[in-house]
């Protein structure tokens, strides 16, 4: 079991940056690739980035590559996801979700993660 918890949202300008934070507690976060996910109103819910287990290997979303970064750290069971140059079509309510399955594959599909945190809500004003 996972549990999680994000924070870090809130309402920022175009061209600022946020860093979300995703605290982790259970025993399988070491062990799991933790993804970011975001959600506008009226769309589905949409990969943005993946870390894998040891954190050596990150996949990003075409949309947000070059803007954010997605870290983490495993002696505070913590995932960041900094995100710089924001434009309003970042506005979303973001998620950190954790696949404790092995996969080496960097899935982007929201069914392959089993542990999901309640989101925070980002938006970019223009």
């Known amino acids: 079991q996972v549990q999680l918890v994000e924070s870090g949202g809130g309402l920022v300008q175009t061209g600022g940056s946020l860093t979300l934070s995703c605290a982790a507690s259970?025993?399988?976060?070491?062990?799991?690739?933790m993804g970011w996910f975001r959600q506008a109103p009226g769309k589905e819910r949409e990969f943005v980035a993946r870390?894998?287990?040891?954190?050596?290997?990150?996949t990003y979303a075409d949309s947000v590559k070059g803007r954010f970064t997605i870290s983490r750290d495993g002696a505070k069971n913590t995932v960041y996801l900094q995100m710089n140059s924001l434009k309003p079509e970042d506005t979303a309510v973001y998620y950190c979700?954790?696949?404790?399955?092995?996969?080496?594959?960097?899935?982007?599909?929201?069914?392959?993660?089993?542990?999901w945190g309640q989101g925070t809500q980002v938006t970019v004003s223009s």
């Open positions: 979700a954790a696949d404790s399955s092995g996969r080496p594959i960097p899935e982007r599909r929201t069914s392959m993660y089993e542990y």
């Open positions: 259970g025993r399988t976060f070491s062990s799991s690739a």
């Open positions: 870390i894998s287990r040891g954190g050596g290997t990150t």
